[in-house]
């Protein structure tokens, strides 16, 4: 199972008292330098800086001001509706597993909390992880994902996801192949707009790109639609793709909208690679 560290930076400056590694908006008297203050607005007698305050022709008293180093919450909701089940070049929930992993590892070694929320159609209550500084929590809690039983018809219990993450903004990543309606895709979004969300798509070549243009493909619909069998062909392959390729423009569009553009998933978790993406979007 891959751990490797996950470095990201948030998009907003976290408040609040929790000491940690991101930079704060809040200022005070330890931490980063930041600039000089007249003492009445930091009446700190223990941060008077000497030089500046020798150096005002006023006379005034100055004092240094520090920027605060703050902890955040790093939320993973992952989608557990019966399409995860698919198994193509690699276990999709072996992959949930090692990104989950390796998101609790990075968070809770620099004193950021992780939690876990897992859905499909309702929030699944044996698949929630309150935010937690515990690393060994945290990571047993994300390695067991892997072993849930993805079977529901949807994942309609993420639309109810954000009136558990109420309070100060989270970076959140949303799980998912995103095999959704669109007005879901809208709805869970839209409801995460506080957050700083980073969708993290769950895909897989034999799902598209590595479909043959000719010969008989038995097609199995996990989420209830039974199984057919479907004669391939250029113009069938043409037009699946094309599909594809709207289903795909339709989720950029709407997470560029609320949040960051998708990490595409496959075959394996690359740490460096998540990391690259969180660093430049």
Do not use: N
Request: glycine residues 8%; contains cysteine.
């Amino acid at each position: 199972m891959s751990t490797g560290e996950v470095v990201y930076l948030p998009h907003w400056r976290p408040g609040g008292s929790v000491v940690g590694a991101h930079r704060g908006r809040d200022a005070g008297g330890l931490g980063t330098f930041r600039d000089q203050v007249p003492f009445l607005r930091l009446p700190d007698a223990r941060r008077i800086d000497i030089r500046a305050t020798l150096r005002d022709p006023f006379e005034g008293t100055y004092v240094r001001r520090f920027e605060t180093r703050t902890a955040i919450e790093v939320w993973a909701l992952v989608d557990l509706s019966a399409s995860m089940r698919f198994r193509g070049e690699a276990d999709r929930m072996a992959l949930v597993a090692d990104l989950c992993t390796g998101l609790a590892t990075s968070a809770t070694r620099i004193g950021d909390a992780f939690g876990l929320i897992g859905c499909d159609d309702a929030i699944r209550e044996d698949v929630f992880l309150p935010a937690t500084r515990r690393q060994g929590i945290a990571m047993e809690h994300a390695a067991r994902i892997g072993d849930m039983h993805c079977r529901g018809a949807s994942a309609r219990g993420l639309a109810e996801v954000p009136r558990r993450l109420a309070g100060r903004p989270k970076l959140v990543f949303v799980i998912s192949d995103f095999r959704w309606p669109e007005a879901l895709i809208e709805q869970v979004f839209s409801g995460l707009a506080l957050h700083d969300v980073v969708p993290v798509l769950l895909a897989d070549a034999s799902e598209d790109e590595a479909l043959p243009s000719f010969g008989l493909m038995e097609f199995d619909d996990l989420e209830g639609g039974g199984r057919r069998t479907v004669f391939m062909r250029p113009s069938l392959r043409r037009r699946w793709h094309a599909r594809e390729r709207e289903r795909l423009d339709t989720l950029r569009r709407i997470a560029s909208t609320y949040g960051r553009s998708p990490f595409r998933l496959e075959a394996r978790f690359d740490a460096e690679m998540l990391s690259r993406h969180l660093m430049t979007t």
